[in-house]
């Protein structure tokens, strides 16, 4: 039997992805079509030194406890709502994820879903595919200025701060809100902090980059939707749960606000029969932020390079849990 650590890999990446992964482990692989950790993966989780998972894994105390000899898991994203940090802190498992290498692809399309919501592409579009151009309007698809309007960012972490500066190009006045002040970015980016209540009254388009946690599940609201202009457009990037879901399908029905743009739904994937599909003003697309060939891969990379540094007992490049390397852990 090989001394290489056993590595559970929760879904397939490309190969070329993976780097030394497979030379350096033995690699178990589960299935691209299972959500969660597959049954074919059970009967390795006792012997498996390390763990990549995806985002639509749930890594919790009951799962930890069945990994006695578990000692890295790395996630393959920047977001680690779907794994349980504190457990695994206290049984001394460095947890990886993928700062940075996405910034500017989830920034991009942010932008993307923005302009595309705000001039209503998609209906326009779909519109000229299905023959309903017709003669030149003056007054059909008519959508909402940028230049001058105002953009509010909730959460001013590194993709906040790259959807702001792209903002600058479209001469748009700032906010943020943020649990900490940034006087660098504030500085550089003509940004201005202001609490919640205050953006979402002020903004023309709010844009929602907070991670999910307790405090910021459910952040936006009915109450919160009600202090948004009427001609005001939302764009989630962040994570589905942030926003109440029916609380948003009654703003959009109601014209509480002008518009959505949704990159994360709660539930994922929305069924294809939820009534936000029925509504015109929004635009819905797959949890795509990432999505870029450049990006998926250097997520991949960094994700092994953490995995690497785990098994071989090295601090991890991109470590959730710090404090795991502070303490002294008894399993
Ligand atoms: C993340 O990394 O958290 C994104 O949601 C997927 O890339």
Known sequence: MSDKPLVLLTHPLPRAWLGPLSERTRLVVGPADVAGLAPELEPYLAQAEGLLTWLT???????????PRLRVISNYAVGVDN???????????????????????????TWALLLAVARGIFTAAEDARQGRWGLWSAT?????????RTLGIVGFGAIGQAV???????????????????????????????????????????????????ATRGLIGEAQLRRMKPTAYLVNMARGPVVDTDALVQALRQGWIAGAALDVTDPEPLPPTHPLYHLPNVLI???????????????????????????????????????????????
């Open 164 to 214: 702001a500066r792209r903002a600058r190009g479209f001469d748009m006045r700032v906010l943020y809100t943020s649990r900490t002040p940034k006087p660098h970015a504030e500085m550089t980016l003509a940004a201005r902090r202001v609490p919640l209540e205050t953006l979402l009254a002020e903004s023309d388009f709010v844009s929602l980059h907070v991670p999910l946690t307790p």
């Open 83 to 109: 794994i349980d940090v504190a457990a695994c802190t206290r049984r001394g498992i460095p947890v990886g994820h993928t700062p940075g290498v996405l910034t500017d692809a989830v920034a991009d399309l």
């Open 285 to 331: 697309t797959p949890h795509i932020g990432s999505a870029t060939h450049g990006t998926r891969e250097r997520m991949a990379r960094l994700a092994v390079e953490n995995l690497l540094a785990g098994l071989e007992g090295r601090r991890l490049p991109r470590v959730v849990n710090p404090e795991v390397y502070e303490v002294h852990h008894g399993r």
């Open 57 to 67: 894994d749930r890594v919790d105390a009951a799962l930890l406890d069945r990994m």
């Open 140 to 148: 059909r698809w008519l959508g909402a200025d940028l230049a001058g």
